[in-house]
C-alpha cells in the first residue's frame, strides 16, 4: 500500500462491510427506524458501483421470489423504498401490473435494487476494500470499539465504530482442483465471458451442474449461439423441480425462522434437509419444461444442438489456444466421450465469504459451538466473550442456525429490520 491516513479520525455508529442487497436493506431499515436518534452508518463495496450478480442478468430470466419480497415490504408495507415505489418513480406501475405475474424480470430487479442504492449514495464509499478490523481496548481490556482499516487505489484510510455488519456476499465454488480461466468459465461471468466468445462462432460449449444457473446457462448459450452445440452435464437423471408450492414456502416466513433458531440440532438438520429442495439444485419447472421442448423438437428435426448428459461427469479437460476438450463420463458403464468446445461453464453455486478470515484478533473473542462453527444470537449478532463488547453482526453465514432462509432474499427486509432494532438497542 502507498500509506495510511485518516487513523481514529473518522468515527460511525455502525459500519456495514459489503453494499449487496443485505447491507442495502439494513441502510433502509436503519434510515426508517422510528425512533428520533438516527444512528451514524458507513458502508463500504469493493464494486466501483452497485451490482447484483451481474453476470447472470440474462435477458427474459425472472425472479425466484415474488416482488413483495423487496428490500423493505415484509418488514414495513408503507416503506418508500419497496418494489411498488419503484415502479411508481419509473412510471411503468400499470404495465407491470398488467404482465399479471408476482415474478419481476432479473433485470428489472436489478434496476430496482440500484434505484434503491442510489438514495443512498452519501453512506456508501464504493471501489473501497476494507482489509482488516483491529480491535480497540479501553483502559479497562474491554473491547468496545473496532477500527476498521479501507484501502482504495493504495491509500489506507480507517473508520472507529462500535458496531460492524458483515455482508460480503458469497464466492464463486469451482471443483477442487479447477481453476477459472479462458475456456473454464464460472456462471457468475456468463453474460461477460459470452460477450467476448461472441466475437467468433463457437462450435460448442458445455455447462455442468444441475440447479437453476445451470439450466439458464444452457438455455441462454442455445439462444445466443443459435449455431453451437450446448451439452448440459450432471449426475442426476433429469434437471429437478424447486418445491416452491404454498405449504414448503412457508419455511421462508419469519415465525419458522424463529422456530428454527430454538429448535434442537437433530431437528435443524432434518428441517434443512426435509427442505433443502425448495433453494438447493433445483430448476423451476417453466425452464425444465422450456429445455425438454428444445430437445423433442431438435429430435423431431433431426438437428440436434442441445444434449444433455444425464448421470454423468466430467472426468477431466484440456484447453488449447482454439478451444477445450472435455471428457464426459457416464456413469453407469464408465463409457466416456469426448466434447471439443469453446468452453466449460461450471454452474457449481456459491460458499458464503468466511467472517473469521475478517475478523483477525476480534475472531478470537467469538464464541464457538460444539462443531467450531460461530454461535449467533437471534439478532445475527455473534456471540463474544466478556472482553469483546462491539457488536458483529452477520448477514450470511448463519445457516446452520438460523435455517435454509436466513440469508436468502426472501428474509432480507424481515433480517434488516431485526439488526436495525438490536443496534439502535445497544446504542
Not at 416503506?79 to 404482465?99: C, I, K, P, T, V
Not at 471501489?127 to 487505489?153: F, N, T
Amino acid at each position: 500500500m502507498a500509506g495510511e491516513s485518516g487513523l481514529g479520525g473518522t468515527t460511525a455508529d455502525v459500519v456495514g462491510i459489503g453494499f449487496g442487497p443485505a447491507n442495502l436493506a439494513l441502510a433502509i431499515a436503519l434510515q426508517e427506524r422510528s425512533d428520533a436518534g438516527a444512528l451514524r452508518a458507513r458502508f463500504f463495496e469493493r464494486q466501483a458501483e452497485f451490482g447484483w450478480h451481474r453476470g447472470m442478468l440474462i435477458d427474459g430470466a425472472t425472479m425466484q421470489v415474488p416482488f413483495l419480497k423487496d428490500l423493505a415490504t415484509p418488514r414495513n408495507p408503507v416503506s418508500r423504498f419497496g418494489f411498488l415505489s419503484y415502479l411508481h418513480a419509473r412510471e411503468r406501475m400499470m404495465d407491470f401490473l398488467n404482465r399479471n405475474s408476482f415474478f419481476p424480470l432479473r433485470t428489472e430487479f436489478h434496476d430496482y435494487l440500484a434505484w434503491a442504492a442510489d438514495q443512498f449514495a452519501d453512506q456508501v464509499d464504493y471501489g473501497c476494500e476494507v482489509v482488516e478490523l483491529r480491535p480497540v481496548k479501553d483502559r479497562d481490556g474491554v473491547i468496545r470499539s473496532v477500527d476498521v482499516v479501507v484501502a482504495r487505489q493504495g491509500v489506507l484510510s480507517t473508520v472507529r465504530t462500535r458496531a460492524v455488519v458483515l455482508a460480503s456476499g458469497l464466492e464463486p465454488v469451482l471443483p477442487s482442483g479447477v481453476d477459472a480461466g479462458d475456456r473454464v468459465w464460472h456462471s457468475s461471468e456468463l453474460l461477460f465471458r459470452a460477450e467476448k466468445a461472441a466475437t467468433g462462432e463457437p462450435l460448442a460449449f458445455v455447462v455442468v451442474g444441475a440447479g437453476q444457473s445451470a439450466a439458464e446457462a444452457v438455455g441462454f448459450l442455445h439462444d445466443r449461439f443459435p449455431r453451437a452445440e450446448v451439452h448440459a452435464v450432471f449426475a442426476r437423471y433429469g434437471f429437478s423441480v424447486a418445491d416452491s408450492s404454498s405449504f414448503a414456502n412457508q419455511v421462508f416466513d419469519p415465525v419458522a425462522l424463529d422456530q428454527y433458531f430454538g429448535a434442537p440440532p437433530e431437528v435443524k438438520e432434518m428441517l434443512f434437509d426435509y427442505h433443502a429442495n425448495t433453494n438447493y439444485s433445483v430448476v423451476d419447472d417453466d425452464l425444465i419444461r422450456d429445455l425438454y421442448d428444445r430437445v423433442y423438437r431438435e429430435g423431431l428435426r433431426g438437428e440436434r444442438r442441445l444434449h444433455v448428459h444425464r448421470v454423468s461427469r466430467v472426468r477431466g479437460h484440456a484447453a488449447g489456444s482454439d478451444g477445450i476438450s472435455v471428457d464426459i463420463e457416464f456413469l453407469p458403464t464408465g463409457a466416456v466421450t469426448s466434447v471439443g468446445a469453446e468452453a466449460i461453464v461450471y454452474a457449481t453455486g456459491y460458499r458464503p465469504g468466511d467472517p473469521l478470515a475478517l475478523l483477525g484478533e476480534l475472531g478470537d473473542g467469538c464464541l464457538r459451538d460444539e462443531q467450531g462453527r460461530l454461535r449467533v444470537g437471534r439478532d445475527y449478532r455473534i456471540q463474544t466473550a466478556d472482553d469483546l463488547e462491539a457488536g458483529i453482526y452477520l448477514q450470511g453465514s448463519t445457516e446452520h442456525s438460523h435455517g435454509i432462509s436466513s440469508s436468502l432474499l426472501s428474509n432480507t427486509a424481515v433480517r434488516a429490520g431485526e439488526i436495525a432494532e438490536a443496534l439502535g438497542a445497544r446504542r
